[in-house]
């Protein structure tokens, strides 16, 4: 049989251009994780666990791009100082600067990486860009956040279709970040590989998108695999066992639908590594000196000196100025002269709760609902008076929105109106608008009611029709899927949100509706995690299509001269979250009030969309010509050109230039994004003044140093009757975000509630300013957690013992009073006596004379103090030795109110303070049990003459 010839044609050439190798492939896989873990993008992960598992992709990256050969110094340099430098850019809270910390880092492993492991790992550099400066263009420019929503809706639709379950998802679930990052990936490779290219374009394409679309349908079956798993199992939850049960069912069922977007990303890390892997590369060449710039990139003639110019320093410059024209707001938040307008219809309670009316957490007791049977249950309200007070505003309820009550309103407030609307009313809202006014609709779940033949209906929308508004407010529920929408939430750069994350609800979000929104009405804040169920229930779990993920919560539209916003729930304004929204709220009123520019601007929007689009241009410009001199030379070698040793150095030497510009691009739009949500944070910040108000009513609860209440308002270890108490007595109770001397100067009292971490020199001597210039300063700490704030406490003249006591410290374990929790005595005069319940008390030790014992548990023998006050300077500082003792499942739960702590904190609170003096009466109600699973030590009755002795 003869012997076919090389030369013969029938006999294929031997394929001689270079695979990726390995590493090149790990590098590409790790840092496509690292990029949709940095965004979020890969489902529902808390803040921490997500900067965790970006480094710890990251870190695979690194190693596996470490050089494999000597390398100089400054190149070990360069990778070191860009290795830092992410580490800090992916602690930011914003995960825009998260995705460009990975670009970072590629870049730098382009020097160390040889030939045409170098080259992929730059296109996956510029590929991570891009996607940072998508997520920058989604948070910022609402078009873009629309365009994003509906290309994810459009592909859940036919997702839905194909798998015959209905699909109603957004942005976040349809994989829009996948697809932006694959996309940049598919650009870069394919200009980058041999020719011809169409063939391997159309498959790349094609299996991008079909991987994607099974990603979708499996979505889509989502609940049928919650179905097939096993049955909940369920903890008992007690007193002492606050833990869940782990199973593997329990585990699945927790990541379904949450984290099926990991799906979306394995699938597409598979066929980036499937065509990178496998594609045709140019043949490489070998180093050589550095090219001449002047002669640009490519080799296809010199180019101008200004085009010069713009491909090496306008990257940079747009980088830096895209978060300035995006992003940066300089309002401040004040209320300085301005009226805020609330109509009285609505499903509201203007009042606010007072002394013997404990009603149940969140809900008015009878002596406090109104006299319409249909709003018996409407939430209070009655702290906002205070709170716009202390902005220096003024708050007007009006009853009918006459024209000269719109007239002086800066701001109209429409809390969750439910009566049908007069035509004259709306058409007086209407010209309010169109003249230039500001209008706020808080809406909530949809209600109908009907008691006494009073029927009461939610017509917000009503207000919306008549408007004109492309927003209006669906009949259905926002289920988050963690408890207050923590780590679940992303807010758009806004006046009103800018800089304020997820955690601690600064949005005051407890029971909400979703808002359909349509151009040219934009949201502020967004939902990532969580669907919207059908009514007022929002007790069911995610049914096949209901909207899963990407929930507009409040939005925004310019209608006439004037400005309309739109929230899915009223929570941040009542009493009851009142402290924990007012840095949300008190923006927002400020931004209405004001009507300043906004980075919502329609030129700054304009011209940011466009800086953006210059950006990736320029930035693909130059990775096109530094791949330009690659495909020349492998047509040349084709063709038997010898190359000179010049050209042969151009492309790595470009590659190299081109890798520079997208680390320098990344590490500026991060800085700036990063400059300018801290200015306008700073600039924007809520400062209510209690100097305004006659007396004082602001009252700071320190959450700076990692207090022991639980952030969930109503949790048992919450504090929100301890919020309602302090509103009894007079004071407006916020949230203390930072602990400066600048906030405490317009506050009456600073509570402190074991704090887990230590006071600075700093902190106390602002501590010590605020006291000794008439305010009063609290700390309810146990031994558990008083060494964190031992130094504070000490400069006061107070000890508390600390447990445990480490082996190192020769001092005697101190023992809780009472076994912990007991009923003791602090008023006992003249007849009447008034006791009060401990959670779990220590001793206090007062080391100045005029300290005052307030309550103390006694054994028979030995009376111990657990309140302690004396007067420092002007004003006065107290200590209870009890952590827990303020906390709901200690003062007033969700059930039910424990009058006799309640009794107490008013007695105590008028005795440190400047509030009337109060003193128990045979004429107040008995004291209640106690609870029956943590039955109460009884003390013995200590004297409260002797309770006023001065401490030896």
Not at 217 to 237: G, Q, T, Y
Not at 438 to 459: D, F, I, K, N, Y
Not at 776 to 784: I, P, R, S, Y
Request: charged content about 20%.
């Amino acid at each position: 049989m003869p012997i076919a010839s090389s030369d013969d044609p029938r006999v294929p050439e031997p394929d001689t251009s270079p695979r990726v190798a390995l590493s090149a492939v790990v590098i590409l896989s790790a840092a496509m994780a690292a990029a949709w873990i940095a965004s979020g993008s890969i489902g529902l992960l808390a803040h921490p666990l997500r900067h965790a598992l970006t480094w710890v992709a990251l870190g695979v990256a690194i190693v596996s791009g470490l050089p494999r050969r000597d390398a100089s110094w400054p190149r070990w340099a360069l990778l070191v100082a860009a290795v830092l430098a992410g580490l800090v850019m992916t602690a930011a809270s914003l995960p825009a600067v998260n995705v460009l910390a990975v670009a970072l880092v590629l870049a730098a492993l382009v020097g160390p990486a040889p030939g045409l492991q170098g080259r992929v790992v730059a296109t996956a550099a510029l590929a991570v860009v891009a996607l940072g400066i998508f997520r920058t263009a989604q948070t910022s420019i609402p078009v873009v956040w629309l365009a994003a929503d509906a290309v994810g809706e459009v592909f859940g639709r036919l997702a839905g279709r194909l798998a015959g379950e209905p699909l109603w998802i957004g942005s976040l679930f349809g994989g829009v970040d996948f697809l932006v990052l694959m996309a940049a990936l598919y650009v870069g490779w394919l200009l980058q590989t041999a020719p011809p290219r169409w063939p391997r374009a159309l498959y790349a394409a094609a299996a991008i998108l079909l991987g994607h679309l099974l990603y979708l349908v499996v979505l889509a079956f989502s609940n049928r695999l919650l179905a097939a798993l096993p049955d909940p199992v369920l903890p008992e939850i007690t007193d002492i066992n606050q833990m869940g049960v782990w199973t593997w069912g329990n585990a699945a069922r927790s990541l379904l639908p949450w984290n099926l977007p990991v799906l979306a990303g394995l699938v597409h890390v598979a066929i980036a590594v499937a065509m990178f892997r496998w594609a045709r590369w140019p043949a490489e060449s070998g180093e050589a000196p550095e090219p001449d710039m002047e002669k640009g990139p490519s080799q296809t003639g010199p180019p101008r000196r200004r085009v010069q110019l713009v491909l090496q320093y306008g990257p940079g410059l747009l980088a830096v100025l895209i978060p300035i024209v995006t992003v940066l707001g300089l309002s401040r938040s004040t209320l300085k002269g301005k009226t805020v307008v609330a109509y009285a219809e609505g499903y509201v309670n203007w009042n606010k709760p007072e002394h013997r009316q404990h009603g149940t957490a969140g809900e008015p007791s009878p002596q406090e609902r109104p006299t319409d049977p249909a709003r018996r249950d409407a939430p209070t309200y009655g702290t906002l008076r205070w709170f716009v007070e202390s902005l220096g505003g003024r708050l007007l309820i009006s009853n009918d929105l006459s024209e000269q009550d719109l007239a002086a309103a800066d701001v109209l407030l429409l809390i969750h109106p439910d009566r049908p609307w007069p035509e004259e009313t709306l058409k007086r809202v209407k010209q309010y608008v169109d003249g230039g006014g500001a209008l706020l609709v808080a809406a909530e779940p949809t209600v109908a009611r009907h008691a006494a033949g009073q029927t009461s209906r939610s017509s917000f929308n009503d207000v919306l029709s008549a408007l004109g508004a492309a927003v209006r407010v669906r009949d259905d529920t926002a289920v988050a899927a963690v408890a207050q929408w923590e780590h679940a939430l992303q807010p758009l750069a806004h006046p009103a949100t800018e800089g304020i994350d997820d955690r601690r609800n600064h949005f005051g979000l407890v029971s909400s509706s979703s808002i359909e929104v349509r151009w040219p009405a934009r949201p502020l804040l967004v939902g990532r995690f969580g669907f919207g169920e059908p009514g007022d229930s929002g007790a069911a779990e995610y049914d096949s299509g209901e909207e899963l993920g990407d929930l507009v919560l409040a939005a925004e539209q310019r209608i006439g001269r004037g400005r309309v916003v739109v929230l899915g729930g009223a929570a941040a304004l009542r009493d009851d979250f009142q402290a924990v929204a007012y840095p949300t709220t008190g923006r927002l009123l400020a931004y209405l009030a004001d009507k300043p520019g906004s980075p919502q601007d329609w030129w700054r929007q304009t011209l940011g969309l466009l800086a953006m689009a210059a950006l990736v241009g320029l930035l693909f410009w130059q990775r096109v010509g530094a791949q330009n001199t690659a495909v020349q030379k492998a047509g040349a070698q084709e063709a038997g050109v010898q190359e000179t040793s010049e050209s042969a150095g151009v492309q790595p030497a470009a590659q190299r230039a081109a890798a520079i510009q997208v680390a320098v691009v990344a590490a500026a739009l991060a800085v700036s994004l990063v400059c300018c949500v801290h200015l306008s944070l700073v600039t924007g910040r809520v400062l209510p003044d209690g100097k305004r108000l006659l007396p004082n009513q602001v009252a700071y609860i320190d959450a700076s140093h990692l207090e022991a209440y639980s952030s969930d308002t109503w949790d048992a270890f919450g504090i929100g009757g301890l919020g309602r108490t302090l509103i009894r007595n007079g004071f407006l109770p916020l949230l203390l975000p930072e602990l400066s001397p600048k906030r405490l100067e317009g506050a009456k009292l600073l509570i402190s509630i074991g704090p887990g971490r230590r006071f600075s020199a700093a902190d106390r001597q602002a501590v010590k300013r605020f006291v000794e210039a008439g305010g009063t300063f609290l700390c309810m700490v146990g031994a558990e957690q008083a060494r964190a704030s031992r130094e504070l406490l000490g400069e006061f003249g107070f000890y508390v013992p600390t447990s445990p006591v480490p082996p190192s410290e020769i001092v005697r374990e101190p023992a809780p009073l009472g076994m912990g929790y007991f009923r003791t005595l602090y008023f006992n005069e003249d007849g009447v006596q008034a006791s009060m319940l401990c959670y779990s008390s220590w001793e206090v030790i007062c080391t100045e004379q005029d300290g005052w014992k307030m309550a103390q548990w006694s054994d028979g023998i030995t009376d111990v103090p657990f309140v302690v006050s004396r007067p420092v300077g002007r004003g006065t500082v107290a200590v209870i030795a009890d952590t827990y003792v303020a906390t709901n499942q200690n003062l007033e739960t969700a059930e039910t109110a424990f009058a006799e702590n309640v009794d107490f904190w008013r007695w105590f609170l008028s005795r440190v303070t400047d509030r009337p003096p109060w003193t128990p009466s045979k004429q107040d109600e008995p004291k209640p049990p106690s609870p029956p699973d943590r039955p109460a030590a009884e003390a013995v009755p200590a004297d409260d003459s002797a309770n006023r002795e001065a401490a030896p």
